[in-house]
């Protein structure tokens, strides 16, 4: 079941520290509150969005695997 999202960011085929930078730039433009849909390959990717976002005060809402593909959706925070 995938969650309800604003915005996807597909960064697949991109490995560490890609994916968390362009997650970072995407969630900077998004209102407080928004969701973003982000598609990874990098196995990397779902811990470092997860240890970013609990820093800076956004959410990881959740992980779903389908066919070695993450999709990890991140709401926006303050």
């Known amino acids: 079941m995938t969650l309800?999202?604003?915005f996807d960011l597909d960064v697949r085929g991109?490995?560490?520290p890609y994916p968390l930078i362009r997650?970072?730039?995407q969630v900077d433009k998004l209102q407080k509150g928004e969701v973003l849909k982000v598609l990874a390959s990098d196995p990397v990717a779902p811990q470092n969005i997860e240890a970013w976002a609990n820093k800076v005060g956004n959410k990881l809402l959740a992980v779903e695997v389908e066919g070695g593909i993450y999709n990890i959706f991140?709401?926006?925070g303050l």
Do not use: L, N, W, Y
């Open 74 to 76: 991140v709401r926006k």
């Open 14 to 16: 991109e490995a560490c």
């Open 23 to 25: 997650t970072k730039q």
């Open 4 to 6: 309800v999202h604003d």
